[in-house]
């Protein structure tokens, strides 16, 4: 069964940076894909970013240049480096193991407002 726990979300300032984590149990990280999304409510969840097994990464055009997102193997965690927060980054984010689509985490809050 993998379980997924976000954590760091909190309300920061525009151009602003937060970490936000996701820890994984039930699977090995390192060898699946890892997707990271964030949802607003009353819209549709919207994919942020991914970490293939092979360790490459790849990024919505919104988020690119701004957010990283990087694995701890011995953690079995997976991150997103958030960096020049606007407001529109504002959302619930998630972690997603694509092999296990349909196990979702509770998510995480992020809120960037003056």
């Known amino acids: 069964q993998v379980q997924l726990v976000e954590s760091g979300g909190n309300l920061v300032q525009p151009g602003g940076s937060l970490r936000l984590s996701c820890a994984v149990s039930g699977i090995i990280v390192s060898i699946n894909t890892i997707n990271w999304y964030r949802q607003v409510t009353g819209k549709e969840r919207e994919w942020v970013a991914v970490i293939f097994s092979i360790g490459r990464t790849n990024y919505a055009d919104s988020v690119k240049g701004r957010f990283t997102v990087s694995r701890d193997n011995a953690k079995n965690t997976v991150y997103l480096q958030m960096n020049n927060l606007k407001p529109e980054d504002t959302a619930v984010y998630y972690c997603?193991?694509?092999?296990?689509?349909?196990?979702w985490g509770q998510g995480t809050q992020v809120t960037v407002s003056s």
């Open positions: 997603n193991v694509a092999r296990y689509s349909d196990s």
